[in-house]
């Protein structure tokens, strides 16, 4: 071992604290901290020269592959001539240029307006804000519920912690937060008393933190019509699934479905810089006209412009895509994961576009022992559970998933012989 890694390992241990990690555990003698030091396409390095397939795209955000020249070239141009200037109060061209790019995948006259955040998280809460205060300004004051998904995710900060479904991350907060009624599909939807409910918010086509289980055919467009009849919004979190990991570019494409907000993050810049985006509508919008109905929110790197730039540049990378590239994509991943089938320690496959969960059979902390296995076979990704996820950058190509996939099947084989 170097002393760039034995330094930076010394350091990590004494002094930083990472998300979703049992410390006691990471900072033990036996586990091994892997220091990423660079990347390229879809690959990584490590400070010891080992490199590693980016398996879950760098927890779901690297698009186009690590150091794309086209969006390191757009980053270094704009830090150059601005980093960052406050959005209150000002602008700068660049977020109206994106704003206008984002909305124009929509058909005309839907989706028309975008609030600039920082994360995924953040997305949501600004849905959820404009959600509730909209009611209390159309003098809808009963209309304060909010209907989530069971078993879904939508984030940490509190207001989102409030939708999540998952007892072992949010069981604990519940008390604080709003209050929300979980609901699993369509047929207990449709027995909730609407009268109260001002949105609803789901993950569409897929959740993710549920250990990657795509929902029924036709479950999204059935939703959209209940909240239309009975005017209730409906909020879509693409954080994951948005800028192609489908196989179309937003996921509420597949059944023709506008919401009413959509919250776009992660791979918003192509996995270069923290960005999140909340799109609504003009008649949304309108309500907030008006001394007494400004929404008073916003974060200090809003419309960052190192951000705006990266995600302008990271949509100019994908007009270049042909019509049928995504597709063709998917079909060789689904072929690729056929191999996971007639596995024994495979209890189930589940896949939507360049999303994939390979949930295993076992006692719990079997995925974690696969992942750990998959070092040593070049690939990096993480476990939701006994499931592996596997969710390569869309710039792969059928050779580096490939790749991917044999050392996974082959992590399988060695952690649970």
Aim: proline share 3%; with cysteine.
């Amino acid at each position: 071992m170097n002393d760039l890694t034995q330094h930076g390992i010394e350091r990590d241990r004494r002094f930083v604290w990472h998300p979703f990690t049992e410390q006691e555990t990471w900072c033990g003698e036996g586990n091994e901290i892997i220091l990423i030091e660079r990347g390229e396409g879809v690959w990584l390095w490590d400070t010891q020269g080992r490199r590693y397939f980016d398996g879950n795209s760098s927890i779901w955000t690297n698009i186009h592959g690590h150091g794309h020249p086209h969006i390191v070239a757009s980053i270094k141009r704009q830090a150059e001539t601005l980093c960052h200037s406050s959005f209150l109060g000002l602008s700068h061209a660049g977020a109206g240029e994106l704003a206008e790019k984002l909305c124009g995948f929509f058909p005309q006259g839907t989706l028309t307006r975008v609030f600039f955040s920082d994360n995924g998280s953040t997305a949501v809460e600004c849905a959820l804000k404009m959600a509730l205060q909209y009611r209390m300004q159309n003098g809808e004051d009963g209309r304060q519920g909010i209907v989530a998904l069971a078993n879904g995710y939508h984030g940490d900060t509190m207001g989102a912690a409030a939708l999540g479904g998952v007892d072992l991350f949010f069981q604990r907060f519940r008390q604080f937060g709003m209050k929300v009624d979980f609901v699993a599909g369509v047929d207990e939807l449709e027995k909730i008393d609407a009268s109260h409910v001002a949105a609803v918010v789901l993950e569409p086509m897929i959740q993710g933190v549920n250990q990657m289980r795509p929902w029924p055919v036709g479950m999204l467009a059935q939703i959209r019509g209940w909240c239309d009849r009975r005017g209730v919004h409906l909020i879509l979190d693409e954080v994951m699934t948005g800028f192609g990991r489908t196989g179309k570019m937003f996921a509420c494409e597949h059944e023709g479905v506008i919401p009413d907000f959509l919250c776009l993050a992660k791979g918003l810049t192509g996995g270069t810089m923290p960005l999140a985006a909340t799109l609504t509508t003009e008649e949304i919008y309108k309500k907030f006209l008006g001394k007494e109905n400004v929404f008073y929110y916003g974060h200090s790197y809003t419309a960052n412009p190192l951000g705006c730039a990266a995600a302008l540049a990271s949509l100019e990378v994908f007009a270049r895509y042909g019509k049928d590239e995504l597709a063709e994509k998917c079909e060789i991943f689904s072929s690729l994961l056929a191999k996971f089938d007639g596995m024994p320690q495979v209890k189930e496959v589940r896949q939507c576009g360049l999303i994939a969960g390979i949930e295993l059979h076992g006692e719990s902390g079997t995925g974690q022992a696969v992942c750990l296995a998959a070092r040593k076979h070049g690939l990096l990704t993480r476990p939701i559970l006994n499931t592996v996820v596997l969710m390569p950058p869309l710039c792969s190509t059928a050779e580096e998933m490939k790749f991917a996939t044999d050392a996974l099947a082959s992590a399988i084989r060695a952690a649970t012989c």
